[in-house]
């Protein structure tokens, strides 16, 4: 489905966006190594973009969850750095209990969420949520129970092509966007 495909009312249903990391904030590349001391490092590769895609949908009173199913200071570091306060990392992909306590905790439904999602480890939660979003190179099992799917590949753009979808489907992204480059412009 294309970015124009998100229906108004399901757009405005929804009150929460949950993020994947490897595959759909990241391009899925993991880059380890070790320091001269011999410590483990690892770095990932964000989109800026999509940073302010992200940035954008707070804004626009949303909600964003990020949910990995792998624990990294990288993505610690990205969700801070954007202001992401729910940022849930679960070992081996245990993402569904982690989306269950969000929403009980928040008092929000499955159908005011959405997902943005690549691969397996996703299905479980993203088989629930109202509005279903996946990477332009998601798998299949993931592709096939998506209601959007972005053209760019994730890591590259597509979270970001999604906010704009999903905030235009509000009828948000023109106030958004003029009310950020209005603050920038004052001098």
Known sequence: MSAESIPAAVAERVKLVILDVDGVLTDAGVYMGEDAEGRSIELKRFDIQDGLGVKMLMWGGLDVAIVSGRVSAATAIRARELGVEECHQEPDAHKLKVVEKLLERKGVAWDQVAMVADDIPDLAVLKRVGLKAVV????????????????????????????????????????????????????
């Open 136 to 187: 332009a190179n998601a798998t299949e099992p993931v592709i096939r129970v998506a209601d959007w799917q972005s053209t760019r590949h994730g890591g590259r753009g597509a979270v970001r092509e999604f906010c704009d979808a999903l905030l235009q489907a509000r009828g948000d992204l023109e106030r958004i966007v003029d009310e950020y480059v209005e603050d920038r412009s004052r001098t």
